[in-house]
Nanobody, 115 residues
Framework: QVRLAESGGGLAQPGGSLRLSCKAI????????MKWYRQAPGSEREVVAS???????NYADFAQGRFIISRDNPRRTVFLQLNDLKPEDTAVYYC?????????WGQGTQVTVSS
């Protein structure tokens, strides 16, 4: 059974940082591209960043230069470092993997940016 479990969200002030983690269970983690998405209230879910098995990364324009995605294959964990946070980064952040012909999601972790 594939499970993704996010953690690390919380409340941050504008300009602050948070580090999100997502641990994967039930897949051969190292061979899959892992992605982070986010969904703000009243908005569609949008991709934030992805990291391939090779370590190659891609970022949404709003994340470029502020967010960093990384992975630790032995720990089967993908990270998203959020820096220079802005109020518009407030959202539920989800971990995602497409594996075995399906798309799997975690339960999400809330990030709130407010002074």
């Amino acid at each position: 059974q594939v499970r993704l479990a996010e953690s690390g969200g919380g409340l941050a002030q504008p300009g602050g940082s948070l580090r999100l983690s997502c641990k994967a269970i039930g897949i051969n983690f190292s061979i899959y591209t892992m992605k982070w998405y986010r969904q703000a209230p009243g908005s569609e879910r949008e991709v934030v960043a992805s990291i391939a098995s090779s370590g190659a990364t891609n970022y949404a324009d709003f994340a470029q230069g502020r967010f960093i995605i990384s992975r630790d294959n032995p720990r089967r964990t993908v990270f998203l470092q959020l820096n220079d946070l802005k109020p518009e980064d407030t959202a539920v952040y989800y971990c995602n993997v497409d594996a075995r012909g399906r798309s799997f999601w975690g339960q999400g972790t809330q990030v709130t940016v407010s002074s």
